[in-house]
């Protein structure tokens, strides 16, 4: 490609909208530009990276016998309503009409559209296990787009969908999944690292999550070197320290009720605490005890108020539980439902409290955690902090922020069974497919390879995804000799089947040489004052070394 006849809109300056250096960088590269908050246009350089990215993700996902297809962004109302997912996304989902006044919306994520899928095409036992995905265009109108492509409003994501027999199978298709992610990842040039995460939002039984580790990572990490132990912190539990947690924690009273049974709140809570953490507590002799609710950053008060009522839960007036949404959402701090913590308002001790259930014979005074019952997740009681000790080897744990490219989630039946998809079992009968599904973000994976891979001139991409594999700099096009030898070194590049981006724009050499690191692209091969010789200049994108070589020489360590 000749940079003269290309769409390459580089920029000295730091926009002012960007705040951290991948969005910077994505810009100033002339990767993309903006359209409105959250929605970009990708210019050519931009698009060839996000191609490589998806093509990375594509192998690798057809290596597990994954099998892609396409769905439309476009989606008609019915599937959400019937999953219950229409109200549970609120106004992060983008809504619309058409000319006969029938609902749809601009798919935020596409469990009950391959759901749907699958019902209409798998009949047998035979056709499963199946995983089935896509890289397509998601929309979610964030509170909070920000970070350029890390947070936007339309994104890509690559969404894989896997549906099977049994428990057994599902664990087989996670694996796979699994194993995919960590391969492509690595061969983006990522440095990341995966932690349990919350399976709240999704309803099923468990999820990680792959977090690229940097400073502007929304997510809060806790890990133990030790032993390997990982969590987000909206997961992450330690061993609790009395003197520590006096110090931190922060429990709200809330009046335990008599009202309604065990499993109306369990059921209330699983169909929908969708942004909640459920944490079960469970005594010695398997008696369930109490309920752990913690909401997450994007906890809704009407959602709690609502949901308290549908379990018809009395525990507090939507008033109160509004004043602890509120009081707890800061810090993602928990919310307890169901204990009660025995002075009024005051800081408590986690070994002295009271904790009941929502019927009258659950309830015990004075309980100390560890000797009359263990909580399903010893600690899960505050956000976990540097130091905290590790819950499974007892050593130091330590933080750090993440950025959140990819998830995985053992999800069950919930959305087969929502939308009554089945299908017929070796013994005749008809049962329902148990899910797992698998996102990555692919434009938010361009913006963390960016935020690990750069210095204060510009972009160092990974050959893996680099737009170009070689630049090829004439710094004088008014010397008929470097003119002649860049169009001979252009087409000999090309013809070895090398990716080049071929600098002949009639510009002083210190921009091009500006322009070549700005833009990241691994390899530099310039066309100098030593042509004449039969020298040509050899730079690596990641160092400072300039190598002098014959052309021959540069064509072959180029390849
Ligand atoms: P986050 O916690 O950052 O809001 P999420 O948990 O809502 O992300 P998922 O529903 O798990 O996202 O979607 C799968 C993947 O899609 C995420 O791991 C992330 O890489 C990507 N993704 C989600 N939301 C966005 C967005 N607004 N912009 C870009 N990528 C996104
Ligand atoms: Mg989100
Ligand atoms: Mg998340
Ligand atoms: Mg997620």
């Not at 690595?186 to 440095?191: N, V």
């Not at 000797?371 to 505050?382: A, C, I, K, W």
Request: negative net charge.
């Amino acid at each position: 490609m000749r940079l003269s006849k290309y769409l390459l809109p580089t920029l000295r300056e730091v926009p002012a909208e960007a705040e951290i250096v991948s969005h910077q960088l994505m810009l100033r590269a002339g990767l993309m530009r903006k359209l409105a908050s959250g929605v970009y246009s990708y210019l050519p350089m931009g698009l060839k990276t996000l191609r490589k990215v998806e093509n990375i993700l594509r192998e690798e996902m057809n290596r597990e016998d994954a099998v892609e297809l396409i769905m439309s962004a476009l989606l008609p109302a019915e599937s959400y309503m019937a999953s219950g997912r229409w109200e549970v996304f609120g106004s992060e989902m983008f809504r619309l009409k058409d000319r006969s006044n029938r609902d749809f919306c601009l798919g935020p994520t596409h469990e009950e559209i391959f759901t749907e899928t699958v019902k209409n095409t798998v009949k047998s036992y035979k056709q499963l296990p199946m995983t089935i995905y896509q890289i397509q265009t998601k929309y979610r109108d964030e509170r909070r787009p920000r970070f350029g492509v890390i947070r936007s409003r339309e994104f890509i994501m690559k969404d894989a969908y896997s549906f099977d027999k049994d428990e057994q199978g599902l664990d087989v298709s996670y694996k796979k999944m699994y194993s995919a992610y960590n391969k492509a990842f690595k061969r983006m040039g990522l440095d990341f690292i995966i932690v349990d995460a919350d399976s709240g939002a999704m309803g099923g039984s468990g999820s990680q999550e792959f977090m690229v580790k940097s400073d502007i990572g929304e997510d809060t990490i806790a890990y133990c070197e030790k032993c390997g132990y990982s969590a987000n912190s909206e997961k992450a539990v330690c061993i609790p320290d009395p003197a520590k947690d006096e110090e931190m924690r922060e429990i709200e009273k809330i009046h335990t009720p008599h009202a309604g049974t065990i499993d109306e709140l369990v059921e209330g809570l699983n169909q929908t605490a969708d942004n909640f953490a459920k944490t079960l507590i469970y005594n010695a002799d398997g008696k369930f005890v109490a309920v752990m609710v913690r909401g997450d950053r994007d906890v809704n008060e009407t959602k709690l108020a609502n949901h308290l009522k549908a379990v018809s839960l009395e525990l507090a007036s939507p008033a109160d539980v509004m004043e602890i949404t509120h009081a707890n959402v800061g810090f993602a701090g928990p919310i307890n439902l169901g204990i009660e913590v025995i002075a009024d308002n005051e800081i408590m001790n986690m070994k002295n409290f009271l904790v009941g259930a929502n019927e009258s014979d659950y309830h015990f005074i004075n309980v100390n955690v560890g000797r009359d019952f263990t909580p399903d997740f010893v600690g899960d009681f505050r956000t976990v902090t540097e130091g905290d000790t590790c819950p499974k080897c007892g050593g130091k744990m330590k933080i750090c922020q993440g950025i959140e490219v990819g998830h995985i989630f053992k999800l069950g039946t919930k959305y087969t069974e929502a939308l009554d998809c089945t299908f017929l079992d070796e013994d005749g009968k008809p049962k329902v497919p148990i899910m797992g599904c698998y996102g990555i973000g692919v434009n938010r994976c361009v913006a963390a390879i960016i935020e690990q891979h750069s210095d204060e001139k510009g972009i160092i991409w990974p050959m893996s995804v680099a737009p170009f594999e070689v630049i090829l700099v004439v710094p004088n096009m008014k010397s008929e000799e470097q003119k002649e030898g860049g169009e001979k070194l252009y087409e000999m590049l090309k013809n070895e089947g090398i990716d080049v981006l071929y600098d002949d724009r009639n510009e002083r050499a210190g921009v091009k040489f500006n322009d070549a690191d700005l833009v990241g692209i691994p390899i530099r091969i310039t066309v100098g004052k030593k042509f004449g010789e039969g020298i040509v200049e050899f730079k690596e994108r990641k160092s400072d070394t300039v190598l002098e070589l014959t052309v021959e020489e540069a064509i072959k360590k180029a390849k």
